[in-house]
């Protein structure tokens, strides 16, 4: 068979690992999971019940379904004009690189940054430009304008980026935007917990704003994400989305959520709360810990990331090691924001193996 080249420059997607993984490897009875960013309070009550309200699995659904894009059109501040949704914040940005990118073109990347996109960057048989960022992790303007050349289709903007946890810089953000007539990819993905977003840059004709589902709301595995797109771009994404991109019950638990702001804002405040908590147990044992405004934090360890998570595994917690992503040293650790009691195991195991 002949498969493309591109893929021999592609490694896949590697997930958190399993709870039941773990569990089996390590013959534990408790493992808790701190290493995909999931929502630790579960899905919102009202959403499984929408979710759970749909029985007419035989028929396709809405493609673009009008009343979810105008809930998230009143949620976002935009009309549903504006909205395109997809796959999670995955399918929209697939279908925005299916709409822009050919062989050979040149996607800007701040590192480090999700993984995902020098995935999608090489699937697209592209290159991954990759511009470090400033010691802070905010993105270093003029490295990343001096890196745009005529086969710029794509920058990446993350804000709170993946894994570093900081949000971008406005003015940053302003001059990108303002300095380069390229498409500019606004990755929200944990937009709702920080205490600033990037909405307003919508406006702009050369970006997009994406945010999902799956991470403040709960609903991960539904997988569905959506963007705040220029009109023209809207006309032309529905041309190169998959038929039926978004499931019925999807749609039904998205709105469902998005009714229930309660929920909402308890998961966000609870969040926020753990994480100024965590970060500040971890500082009082010499961890070194990034300031972050999303539902994790990265650390600088003491020993190898590899070591670290490996002893976290033993002890029942998973974390994820980010001495393999780009841009990442090998005292990376990345962690999500758990209930209070996981938090407490991951402290508690922290101090034990650090301080001993
Ligand atoms: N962007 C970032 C920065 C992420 O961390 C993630 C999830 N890991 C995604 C996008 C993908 O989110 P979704 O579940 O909406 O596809």
Redesign the pocket.
């Known amino acids: 068979m002949r498969f493309r080249e591109a893929l021999g420059r592609i490694s896949p997607y590697v997930p958190g690992k399993s709870i039941e993984e773990v569990k089996k490897k390590y013959g534990l009875d408790k493992v808790v999971k701190l290493a995909?960013?999931e929502n630790p309070y579960g899905a919102n009550p009202k959403a499984i019940k929408a979710f759970k309200s749909f029985e007419s699995l035989h028929i396709y659904p809405d493609p673009d379904p009008e009343d979810l894009r105008q809930k998230i059109g009143e949620y976002v501040g935009y009309e549903a004009e504006r909205i395109v949704v997809g796959?999670?914040?995955?399918?929209?940005?697939e279908n925005i690189f299916k709409l822009f990118v050919e062989p050979g073109d040149r996607i800007v990347i701040p590192i480090p940054?999700?993984p995902?996109y020098h995935i999608l960057t090489r699937v697209c048989g592209a290159f991954d430009v990759r511009v470090r960022r400033k010691r802070n992790f905010t993105i270093d303007v003029r490295s990343l304008l001096d890196a745009i050349t005529e086969k710029t289709k794509i920058v990446l903007v993350?804000s709170p980026?993946?894994p570093t946890g900081n949000v971008e810089n406005e003015e940053v953000v302003k001059e990108i935007v303002e300095s380069c007539n390229v498409l500019v990819f606004v990755?929200e993905?944990?937009g709702e917990f920080s205490s600033k977003n990037l909405l307003r840059f919508a406006e702009y004709e050369n970006v997009v704003v994406?945010r999902?589902?799956?991470?403040a709301f709960g609903l991960?595995n539904l997988?569905?994400?959506y963007a705040v797109v220029p009109e023209e771009i809207r006309k032309e994404y529905l041309k190169v989305s998959t038929p039926f991109p978004l499931s019925t019950p999807a749609k039904f638990a998205a709105m469902a959520a998005l009714e229930d702001r309660k929920f909402l804002k308890f998961v966000v405040e609870k969040t926020r709360e753990e994480r100024e908590r965590v970060g500040k147990k971890l500082r009082e044992i010499g961890v070194k810990v990034y300031p972050s405004e999303a539902n994790f934090i990265l650390i600088e360890t003491p020993i190898k990331s590899s070591e670290l998570a490996e002893e976290l595994l033993k002890r029942g917690i998973i974390v994820r090691d980010c001495s393999k992503f780009i841009g990442c040293n090998e005292y990376h650790v990345r962690v999500s924001i758990g209930r209070k009691e996981e938090n407490d195991l991951f402290i508690e195991a922290m101090e034990d193996i650090v301080c001993s």
């Open positions: 995909s960013n796959a999670g914040i995955d399918g929209v940005m940054s999700f995902y993350c980026n993946n990755d993905a944990y994406a999902t589902f799956s991470k991960a997988r569905i994400g």
